[in-house]
């Protein structure tokens, strides 16, 4: 532009300088008349030769020197004349370059002025060097400027330049350097908080102002928030998965977060009133024997209110089954041996309900044996019967084994006790009770009877005795002596000998 400025100045001076001579040319020849004859024509030529270069320094290019001429001032003419349109070619051709490049932004345009020389060459070489540097250091700054608009913050603004462009250049490499930094330090913390999780990091832009300083500060702002929220929101979740349903999302929230805050509240409140609704029905089944409790969990929806529908299920299903099988086990400690299970169960249950049916199947059939030989043994009187119940074990074998044993025990011994008494009653005091193992009351039953015997044999033998030696041989005074008689058998002792005194009295 100095150049320019500088070839300009000169031009102009120039021209001051032509119309100076020409007019002093003028001069002499119009008012001095030193050419002769020509006087007049001279000065109509100098006045249009003088204001067409007036013109000129004026800067209208519209002016031509029409006057007819000759010789020196015809060249001079067409000289003056050729300036002009060269002139006016290199004002369009500027104006032109000036309002493609400079107002229009169509950036690569030359000044094509043909056939100049010397200064007017320079000066149209200048226009252009100046437009191409211009073009040039545009399309540099628009190269980095698009690419930082397309996200690409590798290049930056090579070419060389000088003042306020290098001022410009480094101002934008330098903003191109912080974007990068920038977008590397949001790119980080964004991989660090959104992907890997890393809660608590912050953007570090060295250097920022202004709307750079904010943004970062910003995105260390939403950083910072979203740690707080996801921390909060990340021990509320955990003290869940530990079982601690008091806590709550307290940090301060908005938007979708604050839903979100208020969706996993609510979620907590829900889980607080199933677990104490579970819990206080799993307390009064489980514990307490309370059946028929369900749980009440309202506005509750989806898995929370299929869990609590299948909480209530199972305990409504957990008291029936419990009651089908305590009616049964009522009924049989009542004596009843006619229930059973008729609810419709799975798995355990099932196990359970299939053994208690069969456990009170095998009672009955032990009752119905039991009694059986008990009727038969002692009411009918047929000993040697046998409880049969099949397919028993444990203490239900052990059971009919038992009882087995005491009517085989209880034959024995009855049918020994018969012997002896049998024998007795058909006077035959030599039997006794003996051969069989007895405890208890049948021992002392045994011992009875075997006393009995021996008493009887010796009271027999003794009332023989005194009948003979009375009522045969005539020893009067003679008397029973049987040890240890008492009640009927002493009185008959005692009423014996006198019976067969009297008798004796009577015969003489």
Not at 27 to 50: N, P, Y
Not at 127 to 153: E, H, P, W
Not at 237 to 242: D, F
Not at 303 to 322: E, G, R
Request: with cysteine; hydrophobic share 45%.
């Amino acid at each position: 532009m100095v150049r320019l400025k500088e070839v300009i100045n000169t031009m102009v001076e120039r021209l001051a300088e032509f119309a100076s001579e020409v007019t002093r040319v003028s001069d002499e020849v119009g008012t001095q008349g030193k050419l002769g004859g020509q006087v007049s024509r001279s000065r109509a030529r100098s006045t249009a030769i003088a204001q067409v270069t007036k013109a000129v320094a004026l800067g209208d290019l519209s002016k031509m020197i029409e006057v007819d001429a000759q010789g020196e001032i015809f060249e001079l003419k067409t000289t003056v004349n050729g300036m002009v349109i060269r002139l006016r070619k290199l004002a369009e051709e500027v104006s032109r370059v000036s309002l493609e490049v400079g107002t229009l932004g169509n950036l690569g345009g030359q000044a094509d002025v043909p056939d100049v020389e010397g200064v007017w060459w320079k000066l149209t070489n200048n226009v252009n060097k100046m437009c191409l540097n211009l073009t040039q250091q545009v399309r540099s700054i628009a190269t980095v400027t698009t690419a930082v608009a397309k996200g690409d913050l590798t290049q930056r603004i090579e070419i060389e330049v000088e003042g306020e462009m290098a001022t410009l250049n480094d101002t934008v490499n330098s903003m191109v350097q912080q974007l990068n930094t920038f977008a590397s330090e949001v790119t980080r913390v964004a991989l660090e908080v959104g992907t890997m999780g890393v809660l608590g990091g912050q953007a570090q832009v060295e250097g920022v102002q202004g709307t750079w300083a904010d943004l970062t500060n910003n995105v260390n702002k939403m950083a910072e928030n979203l740690t707080a929220q996801v921390r909060s929101i990340a021990n509320v979740t955990k003290a869940v998965a530990s079982g601690d349903l008091q806590q709550t999302v307290q940090v301060d929230v908005r938007g979708e977060m604050l839903d979100l805050k208020n969706t996993v509240n609510s979620m907590v409140q829900q889980l607080y009133t199933l677990a104490n609704e579970v819990t206080r029905v799993s307390l009064e089944v489980g514990m307490e024997g309370q059946l028929g409790g369900q749980a009440m969990v309202e506005g509750v929806e989806g898995m929370w209110k299929v869990l609590t529908n299948n909480v209530n299920m199972m305990a409504l299903n957990l008291t029936t089954q419990v009651r089908s099988i305590a009616q049964v086990t009522k009924a049989v400690a009542q004596g009843d041996l006619t229930k059973r299970i008729e609810v419709d169960v799975k798995g355990e249950i099932l196990e359970l309900k299939q053994t208690v049916n069969g456990m009170t199947e095998s009672l009955s059939t032990f009752a119905a044996e039991v009694t059986r030989v008990a009727r038969e043994v002692g009411t009918e009187g047929k000993h040697g019967g046998r409880a049969s119940v099949p397919g028993v074990s444990g203490t239900w074998k052990d059971l009919p084994d038992n009882v087995n044993n005491m009517a085989l025990n209880l034959t024995v011994q009855v049918r020994t006790i018969a012997k002896a008494t049998t024998a007795v009653a058909r006077g035959e005091l030599t039997q006794k009770c003996v051969g069989v193992s007895v405890a208890g009351e049948i021992l002392d039953l045994v011992n009875t009877i075997n006393s009995m015997i021996d008493q009887l044999a010796v009271f027999a033998a003794e009332v023989m005795k005194v009948a003979r030696e009375v009522g045969t041989e005539g020893k009067l005074g003679v008397q029973a002596e049987v040890q240890n008689m008492s009640g009927v058998w002493q009185d008959i002792t005692y009423v014996v000998p006198r019976i067969a005194l009297g008798f004796l009295r009577r015969r003489r």
